[in-house]
């Protein structure tokens, strides 16, 4: 469960994951048919396809892209692009000094 709060730390991830989420749930259930139809613009209903399909696609990868710079600055990478690597240890200490 450690791991995972630390991932929700990051804000890429968790925005990939909610908008994943939201996109999962507009696309597999009739979330909008039914307030589309509601609210009187029906007519839009054709066009979800085109607009819901690449949003999934796009939040999806953006969850990967966040989980791999993850993995990466856990692995002594280059975890936000500012040319020094951040090892395993310094992003412990920082995760524990966050929960202190």
């Not at 804000?11 to 939201?22: M, Q, V």
């Not at 607009?51 to 892209?65: D, E, M, N």
Request: net charge neutral.
């Amino acid at each position: 469960m450690d791991s995972l709060t630390a991932i929700l730390r990051d804000k890429t991830a968790r925005l990939g994951l909610i908008g994943t989420a939201i996109a999962a749930l507009c696309c597999f259930t009739p979330v909008l048919i039914l307030l589309f139809t509601a609210v009187g613009i029906g007519w839009i209903i054709g066009y979800l396809d085109y607009v819901l399909l690449p949003a999934l696609a796009f939040f999806v990868g953006l969850t990967l892209y966040a989980l791999w710079k993850r993995s990466r600055a856990l692995e002594g990478g280059n975890a936000h692009g500012s040319g020094a690597g951040t090892s395993r240890q310094a992003l412990q200490e920082q995760q524990s000094q966050e929960e202190a």
